[in-house]
T-cell receptor, first 114, second 114 residues
């Protein structure tokens, strides 16, 4: 079985400041890793994913996450946040591929302050 | 591609009543998932289908819950004899098993049991 821990339930940060949202996972098998974002009153959207290859993955809107197998982590970072990044962020794992049920963390609410 | 749609978006019911939710996946997607999300928690897997076959059910899915995908297209999730603990957001997602590993989520159906 897999589990995901998001260590921070809420992260307030000032606009243009850097941010890191932490995610640790536990699994007895290899996993694929995902970050989903949920903007207010919208459905979940995939932000980025790690399947294999380079351990650093990037999204189109400036977020990046690094897979660290030894620390079983997949932290999400952005060097400079915008007001529009205010949302709930969910880390998720899948034991084989994204085409099997996802196991989600509890989420981190990122609030960007002007 | 109109995305994953869910109907209704909101449902208020009295304890003991039956409710049914519908999910229409992206048309070419053969996999369909149901998740449940309660306040302050990440989505939790309930069940999923490949075409019309129900491949897996979570232990969270009590006997009062039943899901169908009769023609391998839309799916319904029925809850019989609703309880207050069933109040949650019910999320549907779809994916294509032969394609990329992303699950596409619908906007959800928010159920309130009074």
């Amino acid at each position: 079985a897999q589990s995901v821990t998001q260590l921070d339930s809420q992260v307030p940060v000032f606009e243009e400041a850097p941010v890191e949202l932490r995610c640790n996972y536990s699994s007895s098998v290899s996993v694929y890793l995902f970050w989903y974002v949920q903007y207010p009153n919208q459905g979940l959207q995939l932000l980025l994913k790690y399947l294999s290859g380079s351990t650093l993955v990037e999204s189109i809107n400036g977020f990046e996450a690094e897979f660290n197998k030894s620390q079983t982590s997949f932290h999400l970072r952005k060097p400079s946040v915008h007001i529009s990044d205010t949302a709930e962020y969910f880390c998720a794992v899948s034991p084989l591929s994204g085409n099997t049920p996802l196991v989600f963390g509890k989420g981190t609410r990122l609030s960007v302050i002007a | 591609d109109t995305g994953v749609s869910q109907d209704p978006r909101h449902k208020i019911t009295k304890r003991g009543q039956n409710v049914t939710f519908r999910c229409d996946p992206i048309s070419e997607h053969n996999r369909l998932y149901w998740y449940r999300q309660t306040l302050g928690q990440g989505p939790e897997f309930l069940t999923y289908f490949q075409n019309e076959a129900q491949l897996e059910k979570s232990r969270l899915l009590s006997d009062r819950f039943s899901a169908e995908r009769p023609k391998g297209s839309f799916s319904t999730l029925e809850i019989q004899r609703t309880e207050q603990g069933d109040s949650a957001m019910y999320l549907c997602a779809s994916s294509f098993s032969g394609g990329g590993d992303e699950q596409f989520f619908g906007p959800g159906t928010r159920l309130t049991v009074l």
